[in-house]
């Protein structure tokens, strides 16, 4: 397929047939819309802890937080995704332990009030990274 075959496919405007081919909706799209429908869709969800434990599950959403008010540890999810997951040290914090990881970089997480940590968080193929860094407080 030709430059400005792919063009035309990509500007909303694929003749019939590539439209039949590769399931492109033909005619102008809507990017305000579309945008809007994203923004929707990312939402925030608190990580309630479980006898201390966190569970990576993916299926949380994109972004998600837990409150550090005493120790737990965070285990590796054994499904693929990939998340944000933000730890917010309470007046109480306490030592966070990762368990399941293959591969574990950055920042230490402390125990002070008020200071934060952003983790992103990957399985992929049933291998799990995670990288912590520092969001001071």
């Not at 120790?71 to 306490?94: K, P, V, W, Y």
Request: charged fraction near 15%.
């Amino acid at each position: 397929m030709a430059v400005k075959e792919l063009s035309a496919i990509a500007l909303g405007n694929a003749p019939a047939k590539a439209d039949t081919v590769i399931g492109v909706q033909s005619g102008p799209i809507n990017v305000q819309s579309t945008l809007a429908q994203i923004a929707e869709t990312v939402i925030n969800t608190s990580v309630g802890l479980s006898d201390g434990d966190i569970v990576v599950d993916y299926k949380n959403g994109y972004l998600q937080y837990v409150e550090n008010n005493g120790a737990f540890s965070i285990t590796a999810s054994e499904e693929d995704g990939t998340c944000a997951l933000l730890i917010e040290n309470g007046a109480s914090a306490g030592t966070v332990t990762f368990v399941g990881f293959d591969g574990l970089s950055g920042d230490t997480i402390d125990t002070v009030n008020q200071h934060k940590f952003f983790l992103s968080v990957q399985t992929i193929n049933g291998v799990s990274a995670c990288n912590v860094v520092s969001g001071g407080s």
